[in-house]
């Protein structure tokens, strides 16, 4: 996977790192987690297993041609930087095969790690906007209480009832980004909703409310995505050719990875273009020819229809 810089809460200091450093983590990514033989992984592999492809040094054996070898999933997969705190500091970088005894804690600690730091990375970020300074005070508190709870012993860790703190959080962070959304009149409105395969070409979703949204193989193409919420959006496949996201809330670098776009797609500065996307823009396509007019067909405007609800 790439590393991506995360979003820095200027009042912060010493920020927890929220970008993957593989090199410092014991490949717990690819041991911890489970996968199927799908689309995205080539084979099937149980919770706790090491991966085939994970050297003895950690390291993938295949990492630089992981799509060409059926891995898709493995390079749209981001852990907010939780693999290098588990591996370090939790568990005081002794690894799971030093420590044999001490492996199946760590593989339970690690997605529970992973979840904190993706809260974290939405409360950083959610303190950099401006019009949401009136919750800034909470959102500091909320990040501090996560980044305590990712700090702690495996026991502690192993106790902490997650739903119930994504709920919390959650909810801040939507009024947080309802605060910045303000901004935008007449702001569509598609939380949750199915929007599988959607032709949503050129359209203007500025301000949406695109939270939890299934927009698999949408087309998003030359969209206007500024300011629209994205958090648990499902992107994948979802082209983002020459779409505009400078300012889309919450998006993550995994959300991007799973999608589709290429040199003319507009990110945000702390996110970076996928390697698998072209370093090219593709060639715009062509307007659909306008019909010509049949005989006897009235010139002039055509009279309005009743707008579809």
Not at 194 to 203: I, K, P, S, T, V
Not at 222 to 250: M, N
Request: with cysteine; charged share 25%.
């Amino acid at each position: 996977m790439r590393e991506t810089e995360s979003p820095q809460d200027p009042t912060a200091a010493a920020p927890t790192p929220l970008n993957s450093d593989c090199r410092s983590c014991f490949g717990l990514c690819c041991v911890a987690l489970p996968f199927a033989a799908t689309a995205d992984f080539a084979v099937d592999k149980a919770a706790g297993t090491p991966c085939r492809n994970l050297r003895t040094d950690f390291s993938c054996g295949i990492h630089a041609r992981l799509r060409d070898s059926g891995f898709q999933g493995c390079t749209v997969y981001d852990c907010f930087g939780a693999g290098q705190r588990v591996s370090q500091v939790t568990f005081g970088g002794v690894s799971w095969r030093e420590e044999p005894a001490a492996a199946r804690s760590m593989f339970d600690v690690f997605p529970i790690v992973r979840q904190l730091h993706e809260l974290l990375w939405y409360l950083t970020e959610a303190l950099t906007f401006e019009p949401a300074r009136s919750v800034h005070a909470e959102l500091r508190q909320a990040l501090e209480e996560t980044d305590r709870l990712a700090g702690g012993t495996p026991e502690e860790i192993l106790a902490v009832d997650v739903p119930a703190h994504r709920r919390r959080v959650s909810e801040l962070l939507l009024r947080a980004g309802e605060l910045v959304r303000e901004a935008v009149p007449r702001r569509r409105e598609h939380r949750g909703a199915d929007l599988f395969g959607a032709r949503l070409r050129g359209a203007d979703l500025r301000g949406a409310n695109l939270r939890g949204a299934l927009l698999v193989a949408a087309d998003l193409s030359g969209a206007d995505l500024r300011l629209a919420d994205l958090i648990g959006a499902d992107l994948r496949d979802a082209d983002l050719t020459g779409a505009d996201l400078t300012s889309a809330l919450f998006l993550t670098q995994a959300q991007l990875n799973a999608a589709r776009g290429d040199a003319s797609t507009l990110l945000p500065p702390t996110l970076t273009r996928p390697a698998h996307w072209p370093e090219t823009a593709a060639p715009a396509a062509p307007a659909a020819p306008r019909k010509p007019r049949g005989p006897g067909r009235p010139h002039g405007p055509r009279p309005a229809r009743g707008r579809r609800r």
